[in-house]
């Protein structure tokens, strides 16, 4: 079905390789067209409730935008390349009303790690390397990396990372908060599959509304506080609410349907 992606569902989980190898897994236009169509489609498929990010062969996660398909654009044409990738790829996953996990599996450079820092969090295995190396090419990230990574391990680490262009290994990642766990690489997707599986058993709605109201967090034009408020809100007029609390009192497992 996609030239790029191989996909799979299997428990609920819906599995995302990028599927570049001989490329090191770098996002391409058509690779970015059709995650694009991916994550849509996720969104509103009722066999799926979590998702997992990888990128396929033992050496990359994603080793960024292809630099051979933007290397003779204009301003203009460079400005589009952001804009675009911003809304209909990376924005796109991390609104997402479901969790999606980074399972970085290797090099994870500048679009790729600004790919695995637009999911829920992150997993790496060991051998994984990440940095946002643009300045190395005379460009800034440009796929949300300036933002994303100054949000999760703070301005002056951000500064240096994107400065120095510098990678840093797994152990470093996990000691900033840019990853929540390292793991030996045949290990990576089990550990995923395990943080998964706990919220695979939590009611949908409310993971919705917990990961608009933390998104809210970092949105200057909204008030995370509000938005905080509504969705706790909302949440009270849902079957799944309803259900989390009669089973809480009569000492039994919540079975939630997403309603
Ligand atoms: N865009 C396009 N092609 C890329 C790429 C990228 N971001 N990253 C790797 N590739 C391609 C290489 O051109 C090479 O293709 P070829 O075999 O047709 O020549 C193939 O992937 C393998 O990469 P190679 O550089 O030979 O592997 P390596 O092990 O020597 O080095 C890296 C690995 C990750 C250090 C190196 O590929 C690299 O620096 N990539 C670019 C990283 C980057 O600047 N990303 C930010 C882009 S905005």
Known sequence: MYNNIKTEINNRILYITINRATKLNALNKETLAELNAL?????????????????DGPKAFVAGADI?????????????????????????????????????????LGGGLELAMACHFRVASINAKLGLPEVTLGLIPGYGGTQRLSQLVGKAKALELILTADMIGAEDALALGLVNYITSPDELIAKCEEL???????????LSA??????????????????EIDEFGKLFGTEDFKEGTQAFLEKRKANFTGR
């Open 39 to 55: 994550i849509k489609d996720f969104y509103n498929n009722p066999e799926a409730g979590v998702a997992i990010i990888t990128g």
């Open 196 to 206: 998964a599986g706990k919220m695979l058993t939590k009611a949908p709605l409310a």
């Open 68 to 108: 051979s398909e933007f290397a003779s654009f204009s301003i203009e044409e460079g400005k589009q390349l952001a804009a675009t990738g911003h809304s209909s790829v990376f924005d796109l996953i991390e609104n997402s009303p479901k969790p999606i996990i980074a399972a970085v599996n290797g090099f994870a």
């Open 210 to 227: 917990a990961i608009a109201a933390v998104n809210a967090s970092t949105k200057n034009e909204k008030n995370g506080f509000e938005v």
